[in-house]
Nanobody, 118 residues
């Protein structure tokens, strides 16, 4: 299984970024997909997840109304649109393939760094 994340970078507070993750080695349409993040010194946490068919999503309270997760099963891709970014969003963001929108599966991507400056 390979989960290739991209789209991270440095952005000012209030700005936007779009993360993408391309999956291979799995039947993508059978998996819930999630974005998790880990800030320095903190545990990895769920940011957003989407069900296999795209009809159900789950967001961390801290990102509701600012982030949107979406998927394209034809392209084996899951994306995370991040708007109104805050310095506390700074973290390494990881793509994950799992069985539900409430918790991660065993397969992780390599992570992409998002840095939000104040």
């Amino acid at each position: 299984v390979q989960l290739q994340a991209s789209g991270g970078g440095l952005v000012q507070s209030g700005g936007s970024l779009r993360l993408s993750c391309v999956a291979s080695g799995i039947i993508f349409s059978r998996y819930a997909m999630g974005w998790y993040r880990q800030a320095p010194g903190k545990q990895r946490e769920l940011v957003a997840a989407i069900s296999s068919g795209g009809g159900h999503t789950n967001y961390a309270d801290s990102v509701k109304g600012r982030f949107t997760i979406s998927r394209d099963n034809a392209k084996n891709t899951v994306s995370l649109q991040m708007n109104s970014l805050k310095p506390e969003d700074t973290a390494v963001y990881y793509c994950n393939a799992g069985l539900s929108v409430t918790g991660p599966g065993r397969d992780w991507g390599q992570g992409t760094l998002v840095t939000v400056s104040s």
